[in-house]
């Protein structure tokens, strides 16, 4: 069973929105997650990030005021909420799930990944 799965992708106009979904599986491990993005020959960057027992958040500087990470717990997945979209959020999105929290900069510490999916944003 894969445990993390993510969806919502697809390709959108600039200024318009978004919402990704991450299906985590039973007994994954999830005491902090987070999504991450990579674009084409650019290094894979920290979006957001929760700990979701304390529901707090932190954001990247270039996606804060826009973008919004959530939780449903009943339903076991996490979310990415992305409005006022610009070209350069062009990128494969991915969630990542770890009980050590580790910071949204030391993508390495992350141990487990979904499998990605694509927004691109046209301008």
């Known amino acids: 069973q894969v445990p993390l799965v993510e969806s919502g992708g697809g390709s959108v106009q600039a200024g318009g929105s978004l919402r990704l979904s991450c299906a985590v599986s039973?007994?994954?491990?999830?005491?902090?997650m987070a999504w991450f993005r990579q674009a084409p020959g650019k290094e894979r960057e920290g979006v957001a990030r929760?700990?979701?027992?304390?529901?707090?958040?932190a954001y990247a500087d270039s996606v804060k005021g826009r973008f919004t990470i959530s939780q449903d717990s009943a339903k076991n997945t996490l979310y990415l909420q992305m409005n006022s979209l610009k070209p350069e959020d062009t990128a494969m999105y991915y969630c990542a799930a770890d009980d050590d929290c580790p910071p949204l900069v030391r993508d390495d510490k992350w141990g487990i990944w979904g499998q990605g999916t694509q927004v691109t944003v046209s301008s």
């Open positions: 039973d007994n994954t491990p999830t005491n902090c």
């Open positions: 929760i700990v979701r027992t304390a529901r707090y958040t």
